[in-house]
């Protein structure tokens, strides 16, 4: 069957709406699910009169299993039984504790948003930066009387603009500061010392003291030393538990100046962290201890330790920790903010969805008020209020924008006079405070908390349906108008007046749509949503549905549409569901290459090529079994320095066999450019061996080191791109590039990653081989200029294209190629925390398989005498198959496990697609002048 393969102008226009609409649509998810806390027009309610003059708010990066636990650091010579004695003591002899349970994303800024403003942020923050908010949020600082802050710039800065001006006082380190190869601890030592000078300061300053002095102040101390020394050293490092045993100490200095200065028992103090820590030094990568985060209260107002319940509030986490005598009272982290707002008397942040902890009364909370049970009454009370409050606003605001809206029933008994109103629920809670049931009070207040946060639930997912049903037209629709490039042009053209009734139909829905949304005051991104698929849809209705009407006349006739092809069909929806579940199951990867290296070329290759072609199959099953060990290993690798010079010495073997292999006829200048590839491999293996040896010892990375690794990995990735001309052979030139990146993966390396690269690259020239060998044996093999025949093949080359593309990707780690994402291997260049910096070296190194397979995708394209860009086309029909799967797996709620990696998955599936796209645009232009002269020979050896 001849397929109309577009013209390189059709094709690029194919490809740049495909990658507009693909990145349009990852908005789709955030959209979809996750919408903005911030709410404009709410009224503050007072939490109650108070109980401390002031709270001490400390937060770091911890674990709470390393805090807590005895003999944590077992694996630490000569480590002391308790990390934190000071801490312990608190939880043992004056204070509460438990564990402050975060959610996604689990980041710095999240956390303190989560803490101090009492609201989860969504993750289409990320999209914004985590730095500062655009919309400005209500906080415990914003509503204190006055806040002093110390620690980091990353931080502190965006709670002082989201305050009232001169409400909260600053005091940041320089950026520079955060050296990663220094010991961290001196950043918090630095806090403690910025604390101890403030109050000097206020023995010669009245206006500072009596600032100082003043009801209602917070002093927050942000301690980055331990998220920093976690990123270097990993938590379970010597270097971890001393960071730990400074915090404690600075815990006891922290609460002996606040005796010394104020002479008084009037202070309230939290120590808790933003977020956990991996065992691998990382805190966005869906591990557990991610979330699990210490809390201990003490002070003004807070309750002393209470013995365990029945039935015990620990559980095979906190058992080892041998605290299971006392009651371990477990919080949420947005539950911090109440609880602050609590203590010290002032307003709850307005936009705070955070629980008292002492509202359910069956359960004892963190308080320990003045007023007793009365107080926690009414305390509980003005929480429900700030919810509800939260609720009704945006209830109201939903109502007037949406049609035909239904509220949300359980809270439809608020309403008066047929609008909403909290009169009813609360003045039964308040008649039972006045009656002196407390109790049950505090029941019925618990309750309408419950209710109402399941209807703020209810009004953020309000849309979800509409948008999940617009989102899988789209995805439909796109994988219909992309199989327009491949499907054969109709016998008989669409007549004018069904296309003027396609087109017809297609607008008028867009505008219903337009006029939905233009009245729901809908964001702009659903303009876009909806208009995509009306226009794929109307496409494939006037060029694809003739084509489909054409073949099911001609059933009676063999074709492609037979019972063969739709067997066919059926293999590609198993394959790619199972790419879906390889996501999860990493060792699928590897179930691919042993079916790709074993059952294929039994099931499938012409007997010739066994006989005639034996070496062929040994190295085409020898490098795709070598490749499918790496999914198999573990995803938490160590600094290994023997595994790196192991890769560099690999990727120098695989170089000099490939070039020895394809010596004949290459010029001088060609052997001159490989052999100066191959010195700075060499090179590198020395300076990279030198700069890990520095940096275990604590030594700091040598300037002269940092300085020459920068400057053959800028020289030696863009050497191969100033050479490209020299190479005659497409082998030659894939080699040039694969010495040339071949620099980044032992620079950028912590472990075997420099030997994936190798087998995968391997694996890729093999199976240039294995296609071509496969191609010449079938008979009547069409020359490039006689056009492109579809064949069942090329669905079998587009997914093997599709698989190798993840591969790339998740071959030597899980979620989002971990691997990549170790910092220890960044150090070696940038050893300041630069997080752009950082982040561009580890997705530099994500991007350096891709050259190679984008260059070998394009020789292949060439060897089977395909035009450009024919079997991505192939695969571009396919792949959303993957991306609707992921999108409707994609949850907001449950584990940040979970969370994260339904995100990440849909994400990664959608760019991986436009990825796809731009790999086959490079190896079209990294292989041009050498696919031109190799198209040329071809032609002379036809003639």
Known sequence: MTVLVSSHRNVFRLLTLGLVFHVVFIASVFDCYFTSPVVHGMLPRRAGPGEAKRVVLIVDGLRAD????????????????????YLRDIVQTRGAFGLSHTRVPTESRPGHVAIIGGMYEDVSA??????????????????????????????????????????????SYDEEDEDFTKDATALDIWVIDQLRTLFQNASSDASLDSQLRADKVVFFLHL?????????????????MNNIQVVDR?????????????????????????HGMSKIGNHGDGDPD???????????????????????????????????????????????APLMAALLGINYPVNSVGVLPDVDPTQPGYLLPRGGESALAHLALANAESILEHYLVKHESKAAQTILY???????????????????????IEHLINDGKWFEARQETAELIKITLQGLRYLETYDRVLIRVIVMTAYLGWAAYASLSILPPPISSVTASQRAIVRIAAAGVLVIFWALFAVQKAPWTFYLYVTFPCYFWQQFALHGVPVFVQQFKLSSRPGPFTGRVLFHLVIVVVVLQCMVAAYTHRSLWSVGFLVMGTLWPYASWPSDIWSQKPRLLLSWMSTCLATGIFPLLSVDKKENIYMIMCGGATILAVGAGCLRLASNGVPKAVKLSETIQVSFILLTMAITASSVKSLQAKQGLPIINQTLAWVILVVSSIHPFISKAQHRTPTSRIISLFLGFGVCFIILS??????????????????????????????????????????????????????????????TGNVASISSFYLEPVYRLVPIFNPFLMAALLIFKIVAPYVILSAVFATLNAKLHLPPFSLFLVALTLTDGMTMSFFLNVTDTGSWLEIGQSISFFCITSL????????????????????????????????
């Open 290 to 336: 991610n979330t699990r985060t210490p809390l201990i209260a003490w002070g003004r107002g807070v309750r002393g330790p209470l013995p365990d319940s029945i039935p015990s509030s620990h559980d095979d986490y906190s058992r080892p920790w041998q605290l299971d005598d006392l009651l371990r009272r477990d919080v949420e982290q947005a539950d911090l």
């Open 406 to 428: 239904k509220a949300f029933e359980p809270l439809e008994e608020l309403r008066q006079d047929g609008k909403p109103s909290r009169v009813a629920w609360v003045s039964k």
């Open 912 to 943: 991986l697609l436009v990825w796809s796209a731009g790999i086959c645009a490079a190896g079209e232009y990294l292989m041009v002048d050498t696919l031109s002269s190799r198209t040329s020979t071809d032609s002379r050896k036809l003639e």
């Open 66 to 85: 390393l805090l807590f636990g005895v003999n944590a650091f077992s694996l630490v010579p000569s480590s002391p039984q308790i990390i934190a004695p």
């Open 250 to 274: 600075i815990v006891q200095q922290t609460e002996e100046l606040f005796s010394d200065f104020y002479h008084d028992e009037e202070t309230s103090f939290i120590f808790t962290a933003d």
């Open 750 to 811: 912590i472990s075997v990653e420099g030997l994936f690269y190798a087998a995968f690259t391997c694996n890729l020239l093999v199976w240039i081989e294995v296609e071509g060998a496969i191609q010449s044996n079938r008979a009547g093999a069409a020359s490039q200029n006689q056009g492109y025949k579809f064949r069942t093949d090329d669905i079998r080359i587009a997914l093997f294209f599709l698989f190798f593309v993840q591969v790339a990707f998740f071959g």
């Open 224 to 240: 980055l030393g331990l998220d920093t020394t976690g990123h270097s050293y990993r938590p379970h490092s010597k270097e971890y």
């Open 126 to 171: 990320v999209t914004k930066g985590w730095k500062t908010n655009p919309v400005h949020f209500d906080s415990v600082f914003n509503q204190s009387g006055h806040t002093f802050s110390f620690g980091s710039p990353d931080i502190l800065p965006m709670f002082a603009q989201g305050a009232t001006p001169g409400k909260v006082d600053a005091w």
